[in-house]
């Protein structure tokens, strides 16, 4: 588990500038929310907030894909993995990087997400239920891009990412909403687009045991290549 | 006792422009190094001296054969904690130097006070400890190196493997990371040193392996190899420069070589002319003629450089 530590504190130490980007956005609601008048401007406050959802998977994406490609392109990965650090840790680490990353990140967004929205009636445990989805989301898209990146470059990846979540989610609208579960990265961040004012949302446990069950998953997938890869020669 | 290192019949293939070609860079390669040497890996560039190491800390997997490091299979994590290892081109997060060896070192299990305490010996050895606090993305290159050394040696490994370990340090750098190998290796431990500083394997390896083309060449004990044992050079004085083949004359005396099976009629020929033997001793080659040799290349297309 310290390794994984190590490694994941590491991954948020490298990637501090994209997330300082990232928080720049919540930063950005905050400031409208000093502004703003809620009840002329609550529905753009709103799409807004739904709006730093989208950002949080995208960049879940964009961490996840590229993460072992710049250790590897910088020969970083070389002096990590001469220690006592096994592939699946090393992997394991990075998903626990994004996880640290997305969290903060949510939590940033639920706070200001529950200051901004307060007298709207929009309840501050909607919100962090919300938030709850949202990573479990960011989560399942990390991991999936992680997967990917094994044995893709990061364009790549992130394609092969957009596709794997974005096609159930597509078959979900035209063949039924079962579709749309099977990789319920997309359902999850749903409840967060379609949530309304006066809403009031139970959490989905069925979606979050799956979203969990398949994120164990795809990490030990993506472990299982990544263990058989050769890592030292050219990236590009 | 166990080999430290044993490489058994290993072969490396890498597959290039979508599997269409194959790049044989490791062919049938057996080697072992004793607990205790500093062992020198030698070979021009592409031989897959680099390849072999990556083999052995767990980056790569052979195409065929195997091989154990410190009793484990390669690539085992467990065995890697007891090992220390700088790669060629070191390449390290950018971050104070200080806090740098203790990330690496928490990563080979070590921990509070003892990481603090190996962490300060090591930046010492390597003459850093004035840096500790300075960010290495600050530090030139040979510093960059002797912080990718330090943090090799932050966990006492039994085997240390090193890639290049001196191609950009200074010669006074250099002179304390040789004096520094040579500690390790008095306490026991094992060096494994893949270098093209011929003069600096020359130096300090008890052992020496040739690669070229993928397969081992040359492996001996470096004092026997840079002894050839078939030549024997006689320095003399009296006599004229001309009166053998091949000899030269400086200081007064003339220098020349003769095949041991020559030795005792050249001898006598020298004090036939009136000569004086000054001393007979065996030719000794440098490192570097062994290389080319084995190598079959010529001086000037010889590289010696990075990669392999």
Known sequence: MRHIALIAINFVREQRWPILVLMSWVGLLAIMGLFINLRTARDDVLFIFKQLGVYGIAFAVFFGASAIHNDRKTRRILAVLSKSVGRRQYISGLLAGILIATGMYSFAMGVTGTWVLRGSHFSASHIWLLMACLVLACLLAATVSVLFSTFMNPLFATLGTAVLLGVPALAGRQLGSWWAHAIPAYSLLELLLETAVGETLRFPWGLAALAAGETILFWLFAAWIFERRDIAVAVD | ?308
């Not at chain 2, 290039?16 to 205790?36: D, K, N």
């Not at chain 2, 078939?230 to 001309?242: H, S």
Request: with cysteine; charged share 25%.
């Open chain 2, 1 to 308: 006792m166990p080999p430290v290192l044993e490489f058994e019949d290993i072969s490396k293939e890498y597959n290039r422009f979508m599997g269409s070609r194959r790049v044989v860079a490791l062919e049938h390669f057996s080697l072992e190094v004793q607990a205790g040497e500093i062992f020198g890996f030698l070979g021009p560039n592409g031989a897959g001296k680099t390849t072999a190491i990556h083999l052995a800390m767990g980056f790569m997997r052979s195409t065929r054969g195997r091989g154990r490091m410190l009793g484990k299979t390669f690539g085992d994590a467990r065995a890697r904690s007891r090992v220390g290892f700088l790669a060629e081109n070191v390449a390290l997060y950018h971050r104070p130097a200080e806090q740098l060896v203790r990330f690496y070192g928490a990563l080979n299990n070590l921990k509070g006070k003892l990481l603090k305490s190996r962490a300060r010996e090591v930046l010492e050895a390597v003459g850093l400890d004035q840096e500790a606090r300075r960010n290495v993305a600050k530090f030139s290159r040979g510093m960059q190196q002797r912080v990718g050394l330090a943090q090799a040696l932050v966990n006492d490994p039994e085997l240390l493997i090193l890639d290049e370990p001196t191609s950009a340090l200074d010669p006074v750098a250099r002179v304390k990371i040789r004096s520094l190998l040579l500690s390790v290796r008095d306490a026991g431990k094992t060096v494994f040193l893949s270098s093209h500083l011929l003069s600096e394997v020359e130096l300090v390896c008890d052992r020496v392996a040739m690669l070229n083309k993928g397969r081992l060449v040359k492996l001996g004990k470096t004092s026997e190899l840079l002894q050839s044992g078939q030549e024997m050079e006689i320095v003399a004085r009296g006599i004229r420069a001309a009166s053998f083949p091949g000899a030269s004359a400086a200081d007064g005396a003339v220098r020349f070589a003769v095949p041991v099976s020559q030795q005792k009629s050249a001898l006598e020929r020298v004090w036939d002319l009136g000569g004086e033997v000054v001393s007979v001793n065996p030719v000794r080659h440098s490192l570097e003629q062994i290389f080319l040799q084995v190598t079959g290349q010529q001086p000037e297309q010889s590289a010696l450089g990075d990669g392999g």
